[in-house]
């Protein structure tokens, strides 16, 4: 059975950096395209980061240069170092396995749960 | 940057078809997929490639593209399909975009 397995969240001050796992199981990080993609509870959804099975990553304007997205094959997980963190990145984080068609679309058809980012002083 | 448009809200009946459009700049080139979170939980993915089902997901969820517009149909509503639904496109330079969501009322 394919899962996902996020970790790593938690309160953390303005200026912070943060690392999130998300621990995979039935599924090959090495081999698939993931993300990550965040939602302030009660709102809508975000993508944070994208790493193709090339690793080839992707990372929207509002997060290039802070976070970073790879992964450990050897241990099967997905990680996302969050640097200099600030409160509009308070959010649920969840990792995504999905499909990419080069050139056509990209989803994701399996999440974990959520991981809880809180950034305040 | 790319944005897809859904309706905040859609009530239904229980038993009847609960109808939630997506809309967007030349949507009909593009392959939509449609998520389903309930309260708490992670999004499940119910529709991809613009009609395909996911295994595990009800027949009485469909989905169907026009030119201008995303639709995903809910046929004989439950109370267990009250949730937030989202779409989600692919675009060559915004890449994964999100439709701000529908809640869906079953009542």
């Known amino acids: 059975e394919e899962q996902l397995v996020e970790s790593g969240g938690g309160l953390v001050q303005p200026g912070e950096s943060l690392r999130l796992s998300c621990a995979a199981s039935g599924v090959s990080v090495s081999s698939s395209f993931m993300g990550w993609v965040r939602q302030v509870p009660g709102t809508g959804l975000q993508w944070v980061a994208i790493?193709?099975?090339?690793?080839?990553?992707w990372y929207p304007d509002y997060v290039r240069g802070r976070f970073t997205v790879s992964r450990d094959d050897s241990r099967n997980t997905l990680y996302l170092q969050m640097n200099s963190l600030n409160p509009s990145d308070s959010a649920v984080y969840y990792c995504?396995?999905?499909?990419?068609?080069?050139?056509?679309?990209?989803?994701?058809?399996?999440w974990g749960q959520g991981t809880l980012v809180t950034v305040s002083s | 940057s790319y944005e897809l448009t859904q309706p905040l809200s859609v009530s239904v009946a229980p038993g009847r078809t609960a109808i939630i459009t997506c809309g967007g700049d030349?949507?009909?080139?593009?392959?939509v997929h449609w998520y389903q979170q309930k309260s708490g939980q992670a999004p499940v993915l119910v529709i991809y490639?613009?009609?395909m089902r996911p295994s595990g997901i009800p027949e009485r969820f469909s989905g169907s593209h026009s030119e201008t517009t995303a639709t995903l149909t809910i046929i004989r509503a439950q109370a267990g399909d009250e949730a937030d639904y989202f779409c989600?496109?692919?675009?060559?330079?915004?890449?994964?975009?999100f439709g701000g969501g529908t809640k869906l009322t079953v009542l």
């Open positions: 490639r613009d009609t």
């Open positions: 989600q496109v692919w675009d060559t330079k915004s890449s994964v975009v």
């Open positions: 030349n949507i009909g080139t593009k392959s």
């Open positions: 995504a396995v999905g499909v990419t068609i080069p050139g056509l679309t990209e989803y994701f058809h399996l």
């Open positions: 790493i193709h099975r090339t690793a080839d990553k």
